[in-house]
């Protein structure tokens, strides 16, 4: 099976490497585009640059805490997570600021829509693939090194240790839930951070620039305007990668997690090849789904592409889903046939040989489903998003209200998909089915994020073209591509939240059967529902999200604030600036957003690493499993609300500015309304959406490691005695 995984791996990362060097051998334009594209790629370093300092300290004392309360290789694991996820990052921001300037010289060269969609998809495709890549490489050193050395593949082998504390765990589970928090740490900090970043900026560029000077979006004029487009790299991009990474390990990490725990609580019902084949079989599924998005990736790039660019976009996803359902049925029935048919029924397996795989198929149906509805109610093409452009003519407030009703009905439907697909799911396979579910939502993560990568540089290539003066027509090409990228964001936040759900379900179940005293001699559930420390914990975990999200959208106020500022101070002290005499200071602005960003970004991303710990070492395991309990419930619930709301406000505007409405085309009433929407939307679909399904994830993950020690000691536990 490792073979699977290195193909993977290999034919991922060489894919990338190739089209990473086709995109860069391409022409960057005139000397402006260049000089501006070198102004963003400089800002962009230089905040993750910065960032790096803060991050390598929260590692290092994690990495520490890890090694001396749990084990040195669940330490080394989680530094392997991190750097993977840092690795994914810096590919991402670094192909990403490449990319946006070709991407507007080929628009201004070939005036071509497909063409153009076909460079912006191409470097987005190096993010894509190096996400999955670098994901399954890591997990594959993860596995040679420390599950062969300590021969935890094999079931016989699967044994307990205890540390110098005196507590119990089972390594080869708590190495890769190690690895998971790696991933998850860094995806945490470079989702708030950069997610800090480029909302200050865009808020601060739109709140001057647009509706008081009355300029254009991303009109060189605006001091801002650099730093809003290094914000979509630093953000949209870096955030992506690392976040989208994290949601697809810690997916995987929850079918072993649970597979290993299960094992020790009913061993009688496993055989010792079965048990194997269920560790390993989510990560040879995720395997297979890569190589099937190296299919997918590589039919878009090579074909001839149409002036329907979500069409296009959508024909890769479908090839990628495809295949990776087809593949995987041949791989389970060959993986699994050969299993008696009592131990599959023991394990859960309701439907048989093909239950883990119909599992997954409802993952990739429900993930798909969950897009289609964020597009329903985020995409201007359909009646929610016009609707709300519409009332935007009758001022601000309507436009806000309007936002937030679109917004909160629009989670329902979401949620219901996700309900039903674990009910479905817990009956063909039992938990592990849920996991499997989890994994087949995000199995062609590659493609997604491929995607997902494309639209924040459309949106980079289209503010070249306008600092640039580029003609109309080549503006109106990324302006397409841009609308389009706008929408794929959205289903690409509805996955992650789809698949964060359903991850931190089977976690909280492998949370419940983890052990309280000695894993060897007896097993308790750590989660009483009717005990007064779970309900407390329920009330508390509810909070948490809005505690958090509140947190995040203060962080991005203040530096926006301090943004609007440095821009009205610039315009009072430079009329020139206005008129095109003087150049504005760009460096200042990149200077006050990376500052905001760095110094806001802290309180809320250790929130998600301390709350369980402290809850845990305070009140014990059954507070922490209502926590987790209640965090999830509200999480999900938040991170759809503000996702969707976000990305109708911002699809509004675009509508506006399409001339769609007669008379309320740009610096209309109507077009300033949906500018305030969209501002006020912004921070919630980049900074607190995307946020809170990995504050579901890392308070899972790091639950599932705690459990071990606050299980036992604890100041209420020790109060009680």
């Known amino acids: 099976m490792f073979g699977i995984i290195i193909v993977a791996v290999l034919l991922a990362l060489s894919f990338a490497m190739f089209n990473y060097f086709q995109v860069k051998k391409q022409d960057e334009g005139t000397e402006q585009m260049k000089e501006i594209a070198s102004a963003i790629q400089i800002g962009a370093k230089a905040f993750l640059r910065e960032e790096l300092k803060v991050v390598v300290y929260a590692v290092l004392a994690v ?87 300590m021969g935890q593949l094999n079931a016989e082998n699967i044994t307990v240790y205890t540390n110098w504390l005196g507590i119990n765990f089972i390594p080869f589970a708590m190495t890769v839930s190690g690895y998971a928090l790696g ?72 079918g072993i997690a649970f597979t290993c725990y299960a094992f020790f609580l009913e061993a009688d019902k496993f055989t010792g090849e079965l048990i194997q084949k269920l560790i390993m079989y989510p990560i040879v ?50 993986y699994f046939s050969g299993q008696p048919s009592d131990a599959l029924l023991n394990a859960g397996f309701k439907i048989g040989v093909f239950s883990p795989w119909l599992a997954s198929i409802l993952g990739i149906v429900s993930g798909i489903a969950i897009g289609v509805v964020a597009e329903w109610y985020t995409s201007y093409d359909y009646y929610h998003t016009q609707r709300l452009a519409r009332a935007s003519g009758k001022g601000p407030a309507i436009t806000i209200t309007s936002g937030m009703a679109l917004g909160k009905k629009s989670t329902f439907i979401p949620v219901l998909i996700l309900a039903v697909t674990t009910i479905l799911s817990y009956y063909i396979a039992g938990i592990y089915g849920v996991t499997m579910a989890a994994i087949g939502m995000l199995s062609f993560v590659a493609a997604t994020v491929s995607v997902d990568t494309y639209g924040p540089i459309a949106d980079n ?219 006020v939307g912004d921070p919630l679909k980049d900074t607190v959406g995307p946020s809170l399904d990995i504050l579901i994830k890392i308070m899972s993950v790091i639950s599932l490691i705690g459990v071990s020690i606050f299980g036992q000691y604890n100041l209420f536990s020790l109060f009680m005695k």
Request: charged share 15%.
């Open 461 to 679: 290539a289209g503010g070249i073209s306008e600092m640039c003066g580029l003609a109309p027509e080549v503006r109106k090409i990324t302006d397409k591509l841009d609308s389009v990228g706008n929408t794929t964001a959205a289903i690409g936040k509805g996955f992650a939240i789809g698949s964060a759900a359903l991850a931190a379900l089977s976690l909280l179940v492998s949370y419940i059967h983890s052990q309280v005293s000695n894993i060897a001699e007896h097993v308790d559930l750590v989660v009483n529902v009717i005990d007064p420390l779970t309900l407390a914990g329920v009330l508390v975990g509810g909070a948490l999200p809005f505690l958090f999200s509140g947190i995040l959208i203060e962080a991005v106020s203040k530096a926006a604030t301090n943004m609007v500022q440095e821009v009205r101070r610039q315009f009072r002290k430079n009329p020139g600036i206005l008129t095109g005499e003087v150049k504005p200071d760009y460096e200042q602005c990149i200077r006050i957003s990376s500052k905001g960003a760095l110094k806001e970004m802290k309180i809320p991303s250790m929130i998600a690493i301390v709350a369980p710990l402290a809850g845990g070492f305070i009140f014990g395991a059954n507070f922490v499993g209502g926590l987790l309990i209640g965090t999830t419930l509200s999480g999900i619930m938040l991170a759809l609300y503000t996702a969707n709301a976000g990305g109708a406000w911002d699809n509004a505007k675009k509508y506006v500015e399409s001339g769609e409405i007669k008379g309320q085309e740009k610096g209309s009433p109507t077009h300033d309304a949906t500018i305030i929407g969209d501002t």
């Open 63 to 149: 990495y520490a805490v890890l090694t001396v309360l749990v084990q040195w290789y669940v330490g080394i694991a989680f530094v392997i997570g991190a750097s993977m996820s840092l690795l994914a990052a810096f590919v991402g921001m670094k192909i990403a600021t490449i990319t946006n300037v070709r991407v507007a010289n080929k628009a201004r060269t070939s005036k071509k829509l497909g063409t153009t969609l076909k460079t912006a998809f191409q470097g987005g495709s190096v993010m894509g693939l190096c996400v999955a890549g670098f994901a399954l490489l890591g997990l594959f050193i993860v596995l040679l090194v420390f599950g062969r050395a």
């Open 285 to 334: 599924f995720a395997a297979i789904g890569l190589i099937s998005c190296v299919c997918g990736i590589l039919y878009l790039i090579v074909k001839k592409v149409s002036d329907k660019p979500h069409h296009e976009l959508n024909i890769t996803t479908w090839v990628s889903a495809g295949l990776t359902i087809v593949l995987n049925a041949v791989f389970t029935y060959l």
């Open 183 to 254: 991933c998850s740490i860094i995806a945490m900090f470079f989702r708030v951070g950069g997610g800090i970043y480029t909302k200050a900026a865009d808020m601060g560029a739109d709140l001057v620039g647009k509706t008081e000077a009355h300029i254009p979006e991303d009109d060189p004029r605006n001091p801002a305007t650099i730093a809003d487009n290094v914000g979509d790299n630093v953000g949209d991009v870096a955030g992506l990668g690392s976040d989208l990474l994290e949601s697809f390990v810690g997916a995987i990490i929850a």
